[in-house]
């Protein structure tokens, strides 16, 4: 199953960031152990963790990218 | 849980020394690692956070490092306070945007001890006196846990502020608590703005 993924998958109130890293590659298996993002949000980087288990099909927001509470930042295949 | 609260006051540290130090702690730790706060100076150094796209506007001696904090380019050296809150605020159920507050309004309680009145500017994170920064904030957070944290101008020379746009703000003014009440001490102000950020955490701690 396909699901997307939103900055509220990292379990906090987050309204807009700007996107910084990703340390994730597209059909990479991802453990819940890693981290999948980095993106800043007044002065501070947030290195978030694998949300859920599974293959990462598809990153649909790039390094310096500005992205709100609704939009999808990812596309992972849930193990 | 904040009775195990660690402050470590340190001499004045290389940059890249007590950022190693605490990028291994952070990625050391687990959940029932108690927290600490750091205090200390740095030597003259510019850092600059890893989205940060601002230079130096002049050549300088000083060395600039290329950080994994958040926030622009920024100067450190003695005379400011350096405070490195690693905290755990996911254990205590604090999301990063709420412990930037928190340590705003750590310095702002602080600062107000010693008659100086500053105050919070919108969209520009940060402690402010009349309009010109007094107080930085820099973070990183992995799993969690913070690192970095916060830069106050105690009594400091401000002059490699000139070199830069202060945190990324064109023609930002510095100023420090020297410039309002001379009789600070920067070892006090350090173990009390510690103990400060440890009173508003506490509110947290179930």
């Given at each position: 199953?396909?699901?997307?993924?939103?900055?509220?998958?990292?379990?906090?109130?987050?309204?807009?960031?700007?996107?910084?890293?990703?340390?994730?590659?597209?059909?990479?298996?991802?453990?819940?152990?890693?981290?999948?993002?980095?993106?800043?949000t007044?002065?501070?980087?947030?290195?978030a963790?694998?949300?859920?288990?599974?293959?990462?099909?598809?990153i649909?927001?790039?390094?310096?990218?500005?992205?709100?509470?609704?939009?999808?930042?990812?596309?992972?295949?849930?193990? | 849980?904040?009775?195990?609260?660690?402050?470590?006051e340190?001499?004045?540290?290389?940059?890249?020394?007590?950022?190693?130090?605490?990028?291994?702690?952070t990625?050391?730790r687990?959940?029932?690692?108690?927290?600490?706060?750091?205090?200390?100076?740095?030597?003259?150094?510019?850092?600059?956070?890893?989205?940060?796209?601002?230079?130096?506007?002049?050549?300088?001696?000083i060395?600039?490092?290329?950080?994994?904090?958040?926030?622009?380019?920024?100067?450190?050296?003695?005379?400011?306070l350096?405070?490195?809150?690693?905290?755990?605020?996911?254990?205590?159920?604090?999301?990063?945007r709420?412990?930037v507050?928190?340590?705003?309004?750590?310095?702002?309680?602080?600062?107000?001890?010693?008659?100086?009145?500053?105050?919070?500017?919108?969209?520009?994170?940060g402690?402010?006196?009349?309009?010109?920064?007094?107080?930085?904030?820099?973070?990183?957070?992995?799993?969690?846990?913070?690192?970095h944290?916060?830069?106050?101008?105690?009594?400091?020379?401000?002059t490699?502020?000139?070199?830069?746009?202060?945190?990324?703000?064109?023609?930002?003014?510095?100023?420090?608590?020297?410039?309002f009440?001379?009789?600070v001490?920067i070892?006090?102000?350090?173990?009390?703005?510690?103990?400060?950020?440890?009173?508003?955490?506490?509110?947290?701690?179930?």
């Open positions: 199953m396909k699901r997307e993924i939103f900055l509220n998958d990292f379990g906090e109130m987050l309204e807009k960031v700007t996107i910084r890293k990703w340390h994730a590659d597209v059909d990479q298996d991802l453990s819940t152990d890693d981290s999948l993002v980095s993106f800043e007044a002065k501070a980087i947030m290195e963790p694998v949300p859920v288990e599974g293959k990462l099909v598809e649909l927001c790039q390094p310096g990218e500005q992205i709100v509470r609704d939009q999808p930042i990812a596309v992972i295949e849930v193990a | 849980m904040l009775e195990s609260i660690l402050l470590r340190r001499e004045v540290m290389n940059f890249k020394a007590s950022w190693l130090e605490m990028k291994e702690f990625e050391c687990d959940e029932n690692t108690p927290d600490e706060i750091w205090v200390l100076q740095h030597n003259p150094v510019f850092t600059q956070g890893e989205g940060g796209v601002t230079k130096l506007l002049a050549p300088s001696n060395p600039l490092e290329i950080t994994d904090r958040g926030g622009e380019i920024t100067y450190h050296g003695p005379g400011q350096i405070i490195y809150p690693l905290v755990d605020i996911k254990r205590l159920g604090i999301g990063v709420e412990f507050n928190i340590l705003e309004q750590a310095m702002i309680n602080w600062l107000d001890t010693v008659g100086v009145e500053a105050e919070r500017k919108e969209n520009a994170p402690v402010y006196v009349n309009g010109m920064k007094i107080g930085s904030i820099g973070l990183r957070a992995k799993r969690g846990s913070v690192y944290g916060l830069a106050l101008n105690i009594d400091m020379d401000l490699p502020f000139s070199k830069i746009d202060p945190c990324g703000m064109k023609g930002m003014k510095m100023t420090q608590v020297s410039e009440n001379e009789g001490n070892q006090g102000a350090g173990k009390e703005l510690a103990q400060e950020i440890i009173k508003l955490l506490e509110k947290f701690d179930v």
